[in-house]
C-alpha cells in the first residue's frame, strides 16, 4: 500500500514554470514505478509522463516532452514533475499515480493508487 498527496500546483502565466511533488507514504517507494497523470477540463485522463523505480527509465508524453522533467527522491519518498515554458492547454488538476510490475505503464488503467491532483492553471 502506498499513499500518494501532491503539491505545488496554482496560477502561472504562458511561459512560466511550476514544480509539482507528489510525496509517498510506505517503506517500500523505491519499488514503485510513478507516472504523472492531467486532466483537462472535459477531457480524459491523460499520460504526462512516468519514470521507474531506479530513476533510470523516464517517458513522456509528445505534448510535454521538451518542457516537463520528471525525477523522483528515493530517500524522501518524492517524485516531481519540473514543469518549464507551460501553456494555456496544459492547465489541468495533476494526478501522481504509483504502480509496479516488469514494464513503466503509461495506462491510467494499470496504475492501481493515486493522488487527490493539483490544480494548475495557465494563463495567456
Known amino acids: 500500500q502506498v499513499q500518494l498527496e501532491e503539491s505545488g500546483g496554482g496560477l502561472v502565466q504562458a511561459g512560466g514554470s511550476l514544480r509539482l511533488s507528489c510525496a509517498a507514504s510506505?517503506?517500500?517507494?523505491?519499488?514503485?514505478?510513478m507516472g504523472w497523470f492531467r486532466q483537462g477540463p472535459g477531457k480524459e485522463r491523460e499520460f504526462v509522463s512516468a519514470?521507474?523505480?531506479?530513476?533510470?527509465?523516464?517517458y513522456y508524453s509528445d505534448s510535454v516532452k521538451g518542457r516537463f522533467t520528471i525525477s523522483r527522491d528515493n530517500v524522501r519518498k518524492t517524485v516531481y514533475l519540473q514543469m518549464n515554458t507551460l501553456k494555456p492547454e496544459d492547465t489541468a488538476v495533476y494526478y501522481c499515480?504509483?504502480?509496479?510490475?516488469?514494464?513503466?505503464?503509461?495506462?491510467?488503467?494499470?496504475?492501481?493508487?493515486w493522488g487527490q491532483g493539483t490544480q494548475v492553471t495557465v494563463s495567456s
Open positions: 519514470v521507474s523505480g531506479s530513476g533510470l527509465s523516464i
Open positions: 510506505g517503506r517500500t517507494f523505491s519499488t514503485y514505478d
Open positions: 499515480a504509483a504502480s509496479y510490475g516488469l514494464v513503466v505503464p503509461k495506462d491510467t488503467n494499470q496504475y492501481p493508487y
